[in-house]
DNA sequence: TTGCCATACCTAAGATTCTTATGTATATTT
DNA sequence: AAATATACATAAGAATCTTAGGTATGGCAA
């Protein structure tokens, strides 16, 4: 991507958003639908995206389940109840994140 | 604020966003400005801004200028020439980081 | 007049979050 | 046969911040 450091602090959220308006998805798949969503530009590396998931699944946040797709393992993550609940505060904060940038940078949508 | 680990990465734009639209400033009025575009939400802390301020003159992207005020120092810092190419391009791409998160995160103003 | 808060600068240790590099394994394409 | 894509994973190190301190002046309240 552009300019990865702005990126830092942003994964957590993404993945969480993701998986509320996904359901259930694997790790390479968020890699490939961020890269879709944002025409290629930006590129979640696995060596950030693994540790993540492992940590949000030991904090309650995620459950996985694995599956065997065409002889490849597969790992499903999907929110939690609580997830849930940490997935709605997450949005609020990233709207108010946004919000405060156009601020900012005088961007505010006329 | 809120959850600071979002704002990880982003510092610099708005230091150099600041000094675009202000001409020049002074590091404390920096921290109140930033303040005061969110209604007091987003608190820079000084451990991160004056090495980034010392960093950023290092660069050549600023030059600083000192100054007494009731008796008090005032360090004001402006862009310099490369200071204001480097702006444009951070404007850039914070304009298409916001858009990335729209899209990533289903915000697209209708 | 003493203590507290605001202004105004600064640094250092440590935490957090990422990149880079590497490893394993299977399936498909060239 | 080799490269590319899929799919997981970890470890060392870099980058960026927070926390916690430090120095100093000025104003206000107890």
Redesign the interface.
Known sequence: M??P??????L???VI??LE?NKKMYGFEITRE?KS??AG??KITEGALYPLLHSLEAEGVLESEQQFVDNRMRKYYKLTPRGKKVSEHS?G??????T????????K?A
């Open positions: 552009n300019n450091s702005l990126y830092k602090g942003i957590r959220p993404i958003r993701l308006e961020v969503l944002t530009r930006v949005f904060e990233i709207t108010e994140f946004i405060h940038l156009q601020n900012i940078f005088n961007l949508p």
